[in-house]
């Protein structure tokens, strides 16, 4: 039980998709304007990696080594396919601003990574609180970027004013807030494992 919790835990902390591997910027670059498109993406990708992890660790047995990756992208194809009709069905205009990063997670580094590296090689139940936790720790990553960037950029907090008589950066609404906010968190993240080692 422990050695799980530990798989669960590597991926908020020590194994952070985005803050430590730096693995899935493209998505988080783009859907990180508002803490809603940063939360419905962050689901969006933990469904996929999490549902994928789990099948692969399934079949890994069966799967030719040569043909590997392209099954491992049918079956993160088939989640995705999954999450994009349920939330063009039931979330319509999340489904609208997230555009095309919802399909794109088909090659996500980080669904693709969790296949490669860890899910055909160990248990299904390892592979699934591996999965939670990258899942788990990408979208904890782009809330808080996110965040900073709804807050300072519009003044708004999930759609909702913060502060009376704020004046937004329009820089932090913009591709290069966005630049800059990753940047410096990763930087943070750099100076704070550095303090621990």
């Known amino acids: ?6 798989e669960f835990l590597k991926g908020i902390i020590k194994e952070n998709p985005t803050f430590v591997l730096v693995l899935g910027l493209c998505p988080t670059l783009a859907v990180s304007v508002t803490v809603s498109n940063g939360i419905g993406m962050g689901i969006a990708a933990t469904f996929v990696v999490v549902g994928s992890n789990i099948i692969i660790s399934l079949i890994k047995g069966f799967i030719p080594d040569r043909i590997r990756i392209p099954c491992f992208i049918v079956v993160i194809a088939t989640f995705v396919t999954i999450v994009e009709m349920t939330m063009k069905t039931y979330s319509p205009l999340l489904y609208r601003a997230l555009g095309i990063y919802v399909p794109l997670i088909v090659v996500n580094c980080i669904v693709l990574g ?14 699934l609180f591996d999965g939670l936790g990258m899942g788990i720790g990408f979208t904890l990553a782009l809330i808080l970027i996110s965040a900073i960037r709804e807050i300072l950029g519009s003044g708004k907090f999930l759609g909702h004013l913060l502060f009376k008589g704020f004046e937004p950066i329009f820089l932090f609404g913009m591709p290069p ?9 990763l930087g943070l993240f750099n100076l704070l494992k550095k303090e621990r080692v």
């Open 1 to 6: 039980m422990k050695k799980i919790f530990a």
């Open 114 to 127: 969790r296949a490669e590296a860890y899910a055909q090689k160990n248990s299904v139940l390892n592979s």
């Open 177 to 185: 807030g966005a630049l800059l906010v990753i940047g410096l968190l």
